[in-house]
């Protein structure tokens, strides 16, 4: 009397009874699908390192408004004592022709006011001088005075990082172009579409909300 499979060899398992009891290989696992509304993202390809994010701050580009007001503050703020001492120096400088044929006269003012006036014209200087460096320095961190109360920032197109004060002072040498053909460069954040004027395109920098 046989038992089993008579098909079956005597002495040999069936394949079912080779692969009895071992471990099962696991399922790979299922990819979720992604919340409804948001874009399934996709691994980078071997080797191939992953793309930037967009510097988009909250969302949006600097409006143009926002960025004449940092404009104006920083005006203010790197010229405005300048320009009184100009004034004081000019109104002082006037003043000394009021003795014109009086030698005693335009002697004795010229050796009260003449001191102040060169005084007055250093100040200037050097106020405009070290505010523009305070500026530049600032503003390659990110802000300068004005962009921070306006609360716009200045950064890197590709990564969205500050500049750094070499790239700020070279971008402010492309502001030339800016002021080029009626500086409408100036203007062209007002209808561009990344906000951006000339020496934004040509450096790679946009301005962005950080509110």
């Not at 071997?46 to 969302?59: E, T, V």
Request: glycine share 10%; with cysteine; net charge positive.
């Amino acid at each position: 009397m046989s038992f089993g499979n008579p098909n079956t060899p005597h002495g040999q398992q069936s394949p079912q009874a080779q692969y009895y009891g071992a471990p099962q290989q696991p399922a790979p696992p299922q990819q979720q699908p992604a919340p409804y509304g948001y874009p399934q993202q996709t691994a980078p390809g071997y080797g191939q390192p992953p793309q930037p994010a967009m510097p988009i701050g909250p969302g949006v580009y600097a409006s143009w408004g926002s960025r004449f007001g940092a404009f104006l503050i920083d005006f203010l703020v790197a010229g405005l004592v300048p320009l009184i001492a100009v004034i004081t120096a000019v109104i002082l400088e006037s003043s000394l022709r009021g003795c014109l044929g009086d030698s005693a006269c335009q002697a004795a003012r010229e050796k009260e006011r003449v001191p102040i006036i060169i005084a007055l014209l250093v100040i200037a200087v050097v106020w405009a001088i070290a505010a523009n460096i305070v500026i530049l320095v600032k503003e390659g961190k990110g802000a300068s005075p004005g962009k921070k109360a306006m609360k716009i920032r200045l950064v890197r197109e590709v990564n969205g990082q500050p500049l750094g004060f070499g790239m700020a002072l070279l971008r402010r040498i492309c502001h030339g172009l800016d002021s080029a053909a009626c500086s409408i460069g100036y203007l062209w954040p007002a209808w561009d579409a990344k906000g951006q004027t000339f020496a934004d395109k040509v450096m790679r920098t946009v301005v962005i909300s950080t509110e």
